[in-house]
């Protein structure tokens, strides 16, 4: 579990940018509160997923039948 430490609002409202690199840096997530209650919370994010690839799910799927002149009036009733 990640640390969490607690700052008043008005302190991040004079850090604030100072306050998200360091929550970057150091993974440590902050909360932000008004008198004494907890309002928002500061993560780091995670690594971003790296961008899928064109062609990358090639071959993972595969299709039964004809998609393209298929005929689903069975199927719905409001056809009938």
Not at 8 to 25: D, G, H, N, V
Not at 75 to 80: G, Q, T
């Amino acid at each position: 579990m990640q640390a969490m430490r607690d700052i008043p609002i008005s302190e991040f409202k004079a850090k604030c940018i100072a306050l998200i690199r360091e929550t970057q840096k150091t993974g440590e997530a902050l909360t932000i509160t008004h008198r004494g209650r907890p309002v928002a919370r500061i993560e780091p994010v995670g690594t971003p997923a790296r961008p899928r690839r064109l062609g990358e799910l090639r071959e993972l799927g595969v299709i039964h039948g004809d998609i393209v002149h298929m005929d689903s009036t069975e199927e719905w009733e409001m056809e009938r």
